[in-house]
């Protein structure tokens, strides 16, 4: 079947009819900002629940997150939809900001002074490295510059100037609870720009660390740094699409997009045995699904696509009776260095952490661990049970906890995550390169310019701008990353 014509383009603010194709938070943004420029819009959402990543689920009665819990608050793009859509009242901060790191054998408060885990100076995280750690860390002073070229890994950097310990031990599980990646292939320029700039003006490390934090207590930025959203952060891109729905959007669910075409002056969306018109597409899908979908149109951009990695997780939710969980230790949870082999990576104590978890149900105890990371994700393989069953040994190992979850949630996330390696800026300049050359085609989403909620906001919001002719976002944001944090264990 053959649909009719949907092209408006005369009377809907020049944009006409636009379909964004990907119902996670991106492509949700970038409707809502559509509507806004007067778009006629259609979101086609492959599977059957709104949200992507985004996931509002339950366990033993209690409303908790499935997938990410917290967005950052110091960039304005997530708070602001948020409080667009109505969850200005819902708006959470952590309960706590104390989180801690198991790592020799011992759960050991994280440090607080740090950047992305690197210390302005050896003091900051005495307690967490060895003496010969921190002794280490004071060499940074005395050697000569260090070459970062156009982009230089973290790891390599971090290493080379204050040693592999701070890498090991602070910075991979750092990055770890926002990328599940490795921090000897992550791209500093991508992932953590302040310290690439840092590293561009100052031959020592540790004062470019000191320099960032002076520049971050005279910005006097005030309020929480993360927020999360009573009821789950998976609510924000429900309550967008209720946005989207209630000011004339269409949003179709159960509808995945097998195919684009230009046509002389619009597109063609091929979706099952039924094709969308359009005069111009939001592609806000995960790399290898935007790489099919622009084989014909964006060759280029399609192979560059292909070549974007991901890594998977799962997450294991657990909830106790209370009585039963004793004395865990204060804070929000606790993060898990590779190196010291354990098979979780981090564990986030929900009911700690999140005083709108605690309250609903104050009987009840609710803790997330996470398995699985890029190039290490032969523990996927194993069933649920398994699962739980590892999450609970090293729990006991870490914390005493011995008591048995009254219920349990395992959430696979396979191809969760899009690595950012060295040279990404570099690759997504050349995505973009090669789809403004395709008229009426834009891309967004956690593949480009930060996989950090606020930074697919920002990559959504700027989409929509290219379309109306305005280029300056999608210029800044190739050319500066947005650093993604999230309220990870450690943060
Ligand atoms: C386990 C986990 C925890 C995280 N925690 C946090 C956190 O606490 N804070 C934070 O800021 N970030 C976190 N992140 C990162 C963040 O959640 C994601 O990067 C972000 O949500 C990605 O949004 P997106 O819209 O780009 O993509 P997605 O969420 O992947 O959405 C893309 C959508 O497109 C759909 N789709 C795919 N192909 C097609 C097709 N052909 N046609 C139609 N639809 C299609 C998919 O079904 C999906 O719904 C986490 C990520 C994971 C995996």
Not at 66 to 84: F, H, I, K, Q, T
Not at 257 to 273: I, K, N, Q, S
Not at 315 to 334: N, Q
């Amino acid at each position: 079947m053959r649909a009719a014509d949907t092209r408006t383009g005369t009377d809907t603010g020049g944009l006409g009819h636009v379909v964004v194709i990907g119902g996670g938070i991106a492509g949700l943004a970038a409707a809502h900002r559509l509507l806004g420029a007067g778009a006629r819009v259609t979101v086609l959402e492959a599977s059957h629940r709104l949200g992507g990543k985004l996931h509002a689920g339950e366990i033993a009665g209690v409303r908790v997150d499935l997938g990410a819990e917290s967005m950052l608050a110091r960039r304005p793009e997530a708070v602001a939809l948020a409080r667009e859509v109505g969850l200005g009242d819902r708006l959470q901060p952590p309960a706590t900001a104390s989180a801690a790191i198991w790592t020799r054998g011992a759960l050991r408060p994280m440090p607080k002074g740090h950047v992305m885990g690197v210390p302005g100076d050896a003091s900051a995280v005495a307690g967490v490295l060895s003496d010969e750690g921190l002794r280490r860390i004071e060499e940074d002073r005395e050697l000569p510059p260090t070459e970062v070229g156009d982009d230089i890994a973290v790891g390599e950097y971090v290493a080379r100037r204050v040693g592999r310990e701070v890498v090991d031990r602070l910075v991979e599980p750092l990055l770890g609870g926002v990328y599940a990646g490795d921090a000897y292939r992550i791209s500093m320029r991508s992932a953590v720009p302040q310290l690439y700039e840092a590293a561009r003006t100052h031959t020592s490390l540790t004062e470019g660390v000191r320099d960032i934090q002076a520049r971050a207590a005279a910005s006097r930025q005030t309020g929480p740094v993360f927020m999360g959203i009573d009821g789950g952060i998976g609510q924000l891109p429900l309550a967008v699409a209720e946005s989207v729905r209630a000011r004339g959007g269409e949003i179709l669910l159960g509808c995945a997009a097998h195919g684009l075409r230009r046509v002389e002056d619009g597109w063609e969306v091929y979706v099952e045995d039924w094709d969308l018109e359009a005069d111009a597409v939001v592609l806000a899908v995960p790399a290898p699904h935007a790489a099919r979908l622009l084989e014909h149109d964006a060759p280029g951009a399609a192979a560059e696509l292909r070549a974007v990695e991901y890594a998977s997780m799962a997450l294991i939710t657990l909830a106790y009776r209370r009585a039963d969980v004793g004395a865990l230790p204060d804070g929000s949870g606790f993060l898990v260095p590779p190196v010291d082999g354990r098979t979780i990576k981090a564990s986030t104590f929900a009911s700690q952490k999140w005083g709108w978890i605690a309250e609903q149900d104050p009987d009840l105890f609710v803790l997330r661990t996470s398995v699985g990371r890029y190039g290490d994700e032969k523990d996927l393989g194993r069933p649920d049970g398994e699962l739980v069953d590892i999450s609970r040994r090293d729990l006991r190992a870490a914390t005493g906890l011995e008591a048995a979850p009254v219920a349990s949630a395992v959430t696979r996330w396979d191809g969760g995550l899009p690595q950012y390696p060295v040279g990404h800026h570099a690759r997504v300049a050349r995505i973009r390169e090669q789809v403004g050359r395709v008229p009426g085609l834009a891309v967004c989403g956690a593949a480009y310019d930060g996989v950090g909620i606020p930074a697919c906001v920002a990559s959504a919001n700027a989409a929509v701008d290219q379309l109306t002719g305005d280029l300056s976002a999608v210029r800044e944001l190739t050319a500066n990353p947005v650093q993604s944090l999230h309220g990870g264990a450690g943060e």
